[in-house]
Protein backbone atom coordinates (compact mmCIF):
# COMPACT_ATOMS: atom_id res chain seq x y z
CA UNK A 1 0.00 0.00 0.00
CA UNK A 2 1.35 2.92 -0.66
CA UNK A 3 1.85 6.26 1.89
CA UNK A 4 -1.01 8.52 2.12
CA UNK A 5 -1.21 11.31 5.10
CA UNK A 6 -4.78 10.88 6.49
CA UNK A 7 -6.58 14.43 5.21
CA UNK A 8 -7.09 14.80 8.90
CA UNK A 9 -2.83 14.49 9.63
CA UNK A 10 -1.32 17.38 11.71
CA UNK A 11 0.86 19.66 9.49
CA UNK A 12 4.05 18.92 11.04
CA UNK A 13 5.77 21.34 9.20
CA UNK A 14 4.85 24.82 7.45
CA UNK A 15 7.13 26.85 5.24
CA UNK A 16 4.78 30.15 3.78
CA UNK A 17 7.28 32.64 1.22
CA UNK A 18 10.44 32.00 3.48
CA UNK A 19 13.67 33.71 2.23
CA UNK A 20 17.27 33.82 3.56
CA UNK A 21 20.00 36.53 2.25
CA UNK A 22 22.93 36.42 3.46
CA UNK A 23 24.51 40.21 4.18
CA UNK A 24 28.12 40.36 2.05
CA UNK A 25 30.59 43.51 1.33
CA UNK A 26 29.96 43.12 -2.55
CA UNK A 27 26.67 41.93 -2.55
CA UNK A 28 24.23 40.14 -0.59
CA UNK A 29 23.87 36.34 -1.06
CA UNK A 30 20.79 34.86 -1.98
CA UNK A 31 20.67 31.52 -0.49
CA UNK A 32 16.41 30.77 -0.56
CA UNK A 33 13.96 32.55 -2.20
CA UNK A 34 9.80 32.49 -1.90
CA UNK A 35 9.95 28.83 -0.34
CA UNK A 36 6.56 27.33 0.47
CA UNK A 37 6.11 23.89 2.10
CA UNK A 38 3.91 21.68 4.09
CA UNK A 39 4.85 18.55 5.42
CA UNK A 40 1.99 16.49 6.91
CA UNK A 41 2.52 14.85 9.99
CA UNK A 42 4.30 11.08 9.43
CA UNK A 43 5.50 11.92 5.75
CA UNK A 44 9.09 11.39 4.84
CA UNK A 45 10.19 14.30 2.47
CA UNK A 46 13.46 14.03 1.64
CA UNK A 47 15.31 17.53 -0.17
CA UNK A 48 17.47 17.32 -3.27
CA UNK A 49 19.19 19.76 -5.37
CA UNK A 50 22.92 20.75 -6.39
CA UNK A 51 25.24 21.90 -4.27
CA UNK A 52 25.13 24.89 -2.93
CA UNK A 53 21.05 25.21 -3.77
CA UNK A 54 19.67 26.07 0.16
CA UNK A 55 18.88 22.32 1.28
CA UNK A 56 20.87 22.02 4.20
CA UNK A 57 20.20 25.96 4.84
CA UNK A 58 16.05 25.10 4.17
CA UNK A 59 16.58 22.14 6.86
CA UNK A 60 18.42 24.30 9.14
CA UNK A 61 15.91 27.29 8.96
CA UNK A 62 13.05 24.88 10.46
CA UNK A 63 15.47 23.51 13.24
CA UNK A 64 16.15 27.12 14.60
CA UNK A 65 19.67 26.68 13.36
CA UNK A 66 19.62 29.57 10.99
CA UNK A 67 17.05 32.91 10.79
CA UNK A 68 15.17 33.81 7.89
CA UNK A 69 14.98 37.23 6.25
CA UNK A 70 11.52 37.32 5.19
CA UNK A 71 8.63 34.97 5.22
CA UNK A 72 7.52 32.41 7.84
CA UNK A 73 8.25 28.78 9.75
CA UNK A 74 5.93 26.95 11.80
CA UNK A 75 6.98 23.60 13.41
CA UNK A 76 4.01 21.56 15.07
CA UNK A 77 2.22 25.09 15.31
CA UNK A 78 4.87 26.94 16.84
CA UNK A 79 7.96 28.50 16.05
CA UNK A 80 11.33 26.81 14.88
CA UNK A 81 12.54 28.54 18.13
CA UNK A 82 9.68 27.34 20.85
CA UNK A 83 9.61 23.85 18.72
CA UNK A 84 13.90 23.27 19.43
CA UNK A 85 13.15 24.60 23.10
CA UNK A 86 9.54 21.76 23.07
CA UNK A 87 12.23 19.10 21.82
CA UNK A 88 10.14 18.60 18.72
CA UNK A 89 12.58 16.98 16.55
CA UNK A 90 16.15 14.99 16.54
CA UNK A 91 18.70 16.37 14.30
CA UNK A 92 21.07 14.11 12.62
CA UNK A 93 24.20 15.85 11.32
CA UNK A 94 26.57 14.99 8.16
CA UNK A 95 29.37 13.77 10.24
CA UNK A 96 27.82 11.60 13.80
CA UNK A 97 29.78 14.24 16.21
CA UNK A 98 30.04 11.45 19.19
CA UNK A 99 32.55 11.91 21.86
CA UNK A 100 34.96 10.02 21.66
CA UNK A 101 35.30 9.26 25.51
CA UNK A 102 32.17 8.34 26.14
CA UNK A 103 30.96 5.01 25.17
CA UNK A 104 27.83 4.06 22.83
CA UNK A 105 25.64 4.04 25.64
CA UNK A 106 27.16 7.22 27.30
CA UNK A 107 26.70 9.43 23.80
CA UNK A 108 22.93 8.21 23.77
CA UNK A 109 22.01 9.27 26.99
CA UNK A 110 23.81 12.39 26.94
CA UNK A 111 20.44 14.63 25.55
CA UNK A 112 18.54 13.14 28.25
CA UNK A 113 21.07 13.69 31.45
CA UNK A 114 21.00 17.06 29.95
CA UNK A 115 17.36 17.90 30.15
CA UNK A 116 17.36 16.29 33.43
CA UNK A 117 16.59 12.57 32.56
CA UNK A 118 17.16 10.11 35.71
CA UNK A 119 20.07 7.84 34.81
CA UNK A 120 18.50 5.10 35.38
CA UNK A 121 15.25 6.19 32.85
CA UNK A 122 18.53 7.49 30.50
CA UNK A 123 19.57 4.02 30.06
CA UNK A 124 16.68 2.24 29.39
CA UNK A 125 14.91 4.67 26.75
CA UNK A 126 18.78 4.79 25.54
CA UNK A 127 19.23 1.05 25.85
CA UNK A 128 15.97 0.54 23.79
CA UNK A 129 16.57 2.74 21.21
CA UNK A 130 20.02 1.67 20.48
CA UNK A 131 17.92 -1.95 20.22
CA UNK A 132 16.09 -0.17 17.41
CA UNK A 133 18.80 0.80 15.11
CA UNK A 134 20.18 -3.02 15.30
CA UNK A 135 23.29 -1.84 18.23
CA UNK A 136 21.97 -3.43 21.23
CA UNK A 137 25.01 -5.60 21.76
CA UNK A 138 27.11 -2.39 21.73
CA UNK A 139 26.59 -0.41 24.52
CA UNK A 140 29.94 -0.48 25.95
CA UNK A 141 32.01 0.14 23.07
CA UNK A 142 33.68 3.75 22.28
CA UNK A 143 32.84 5.52 18.85
CA UNK A 144 36.63 4.52 17.39
CA UNK A 145 35.50 1.02 17.81
CA UNK A 146 32.91 1.12 15.63
CA UNK A 147 32.54 1.75 11.80
CA UNK A 148 31.45 4.88 10.26
CA UNK A 149 27.75 3.34 9.35
CA UNK A 150 27.55 2.15 13.17
CA UNK A 151 28.96 5.43 14.75
CA UNK A 152 25.60 7.16 12.27
CA UNK A 153 23.22 4.26 13.69
CA UNK A 154 24.56 5.82 17.24
CA UNK A 155 23.83 9.47 16.14
CA UNK A 156 20.08 8.42 14.55
CA UNK A 157 19.56 6.77 18.15
CA UNK A 158 20.83 9.86 20.13
CA UNK A 159 18.21 11.72 17.95
CA UNK A 160 15.39 9.45 18.58
CA UNK A 161 16.28 9.37 22.64
CA UNK A 162 13.73 11.99 23.65
CA UNK A 163 11.27 10.69 21.34
CA UNK A 164 11.49 13.33 18.66
CA UNK A 165 8.01 13.88 16.77
CA UNK A 166 9.97 14.72 14.04
CA UNK A 167 13.40 13.98 12.90
CA UNK A 168 15.62 15.86 10.47
CA UNK A 169 18.69 14.40 8.34
CA UNK A 170 21.58 16.53 7.20
CA UNK A 171 22.83 13.94 4.24
CA UNK A 172 23.42 11.05 7.42
CA UNK A 173 24.83 8.88 4.54
CA UNK A 174 26.73 11.22 2.14
CA UNK A 175 30.42 9.94 3.56
CA UNK A 176 29.33 5.99 3.58
CA UNK A 177 30.32 3.29 0.90
CA UNK A 178 27.21 2.74 -1.62
CA UNK A 179 26.77 -1.27 0.37
CA UNK A 180 26.89 0.38 4.01
CA UNK A 181 24.83 3.29 2.66
CA UNK A 182 21.78 0.85 1.17
CA UNK A 183 21.56 -1.32 4.44
CA UNK A 184 21.36 1.78 6.45
CA UNK A 185 18.68 3.03 4.05
CA UNK A 186 16.77 -0.11 4.49
CA UNK A 187 17.44 0.39 8.32
CA UNK A 188 15.97 3.87 8.13
CA UNK A 189 13.09 3.07 5.80
CA UNK A 190 11.74 0.04 8.03
CA UNK A 191 12.22 2.50 11.82
CA UNK A 192 10.24 5.21 9.61
CA UNK A 193 7.26 2.56 8.64
CA UNK A 194 7.72 1.22 12.38
CA UNK A 195 7.28 4.40 14.43
CA UNK A 196 5.57 6.95 11.70
CA UNK A 197 7.37 10.00 12.56
CA UNK A 198 7.70 12.69 10.65
CA UNK A 199 11.69 12.74 8.56
CA UNK A 200 12.78 15.98 6.77
CA UNK A 201 15.95 14.23 5.00
CA UNK A 202 18.29 16.00 3.01
CA UNK A 203 20.38 14.33 -0.03
CA UNK A 204 22.46 14.47 -3.37
CA UNK A 205 21.31 10.74 -4.09
CA UNK A 206 18.46 10.59 -6.53
CA UNK A 207 17.92 6.73 -5.60
CA UNK A 208 17.95 7.21 -1.98
CA UNK A 209 15.34 10.09 -2.15
CA UNK A 210 13.13 7.98 -3.89
CA UNK A 211 13.80 4.90 -1.60
CA UNK A 212 13.36 6.03 1.47
CA UNK A 213 10.60 8.77 0.59
CA UNK A 214 6.94 9.68 0.53
CA UNK A 215 7.51 13.32 -0.95
CA UNK A 216 10.17 14.41 -3.23
CA UNK A 217 10.88 18.24 -3.21
CA UNK A 218 13.93 19.11 -5.92
CA UNK A 219 15.44 22.38 -5.14
CA UNK A 220 17.37 24.97 -8.35
CA UNK A 221 20.48 26.35 -7.99
CA UNK A 222 21.41 29.30 -6.02
CA UNK A 223 19.39 31.09 -5.06
CA UNK A 224 17.01 27.79 -3.80
CA UNK A 225 13.48 27.48 -4.70
CA UNK A 226 11.45 24.56 -5.11
CA UNK A 227 11.17 23.36 -8.68
CA UNK A 228 8.95 20.52 -8.33
CA UNK A 229 7.22 18.37 -5.60
CA UNK A 230 7.19 14.80 -6.70
CA UNK A 231 4.44 12.16 -4.69
CA UNK A 232 6.13 8.74 -4.24
CA UNK A 233 4.00 5.92 -5.95
CA UNK A 234 6.05 3.49 -4.45
CA UNK A 235 4.17 1.05 -1.46
CA UNK A 236 4.86 1.95 1.86
CA UNK A 237 7.14 -1.26 2.59
CA UNK A 238 10.25 -1.12 0.49
CA UNK A 239 12.78 -3.08 -0.02
CA UNK A 240 16.37 -2.78 -2.19
CA UNK A 241 14.51 -5.03 -5.08
CA UNK A 242 12.11 -2.01 -6.20
CA UNK A 243 14.95 -0.33 -7.17
CA UNK A 244 14.89 -2.60 -10.23
CA UNK A 245 11.57 -1.82 -11.14
CA UNK A 246 9.78 0.54 -13.64
CA UNK A 247 7.67 2.34 -11.24
CA UNK A 248 10.99 2.82 -9.47
CA UNK A 249 12.84 4.07 -12.68
CA UNK A 250 10.20 6.02 -13.47
CA UNK A 251 10.22 8.10 -9.95
CA UNK A 252 13.88 8.50 -10.75
CA UNK A 253 13.67 9.48 -14.04
CA UNK A 254 11.37 12.65 -13.04
CA UNK A 255 13.31 13.54 -10.43
CA UNK A 256 16.36 13.85 -12.78
CA UNK A 257 14.50 15.75 -15.38
CA UNK A 258 13.16 18.08 -12.40
CA UNK A 259 16.68 18.96 -11.37
CA UNK A 260 17.26 19.11 -15.37
CA UNK A 261 14.85 21.87 -15.60
CA UNK A 262 15.85 23.78 -11.88
CA UNK A 263 19.40 24.29 -13.92
CA UNK A 264 17.39 25.95 -16.52
Given at each position: MTFRPLPTAPTAVHVKHAQVVYPAPDAPVHALEDINLSIAQGEFVSLIGPSGCGKTTLLRVIADLEPITAGEVRVNGKTPHDARL??????????????????????????????GTATGDAQTIARQQLANVGLANFE??????????????????????????????????????????????????????????????????????????????????????????IDSTLPAQRHLGLRDTPEFMQLAHEVREALADGHH
Open positions: SRAYGYVFQAPALFPWRTVLGNVMLPLQLQNKYPWQLSGGMQQRVSIARALAFEPRILMMDEPFGALDEITRDNLNEQLQQLWLREQRTVVFVTHSIAEAVYLSTRIVVMSPRPGRIVKV
